[in-house]
């Protein structure tokens, strides 16, 4: 049976959504796929700023999509709900059911 969807559950989910609509932090997501990793080693990975990096880890952060933890004088990012994977594999799948539809309709298919 589905949950209700009460108003303030809808907020949240909206702002879960929020939080994944930006790519750099889906581009991050997909960084820390491979394993825990620190701001330095996601900047040189990525190509984004040290400032731009710190921000989205910490708007994923506080939707608690990754974990971090302090190793020396660094923090390590991890993926903290790996459910995100596959929320983002459904939509993939939307994607290329999509892109299908749409070369058939080209005569492409």
Known sequence: MPRP???ALLALVAERFRVLG?????????????????????????GMSQANVSKHLQDL?????VDRERRGA???YAIAAA????????????IDDDMARRREALGAG
């Open 22 to 46: 930006e790519p750099a932090r889906l581009r991050l997501l997909n960084e820390l796929r491979e394993g825990p990793a620190s701001v330095g080693t996601l900047v040189t990975r990525t």
């Open 61 to 65: 952060h506080a939707a608690g999509f």
């Open 74 to 76: 660094f923090i390590e």
């Open 83 to 94: 459910d995100v994977f596959t929320l983002c594999e459904v939509v993939c799948g939307q």
């Open 5 to 7: 969807m009460t108003p």
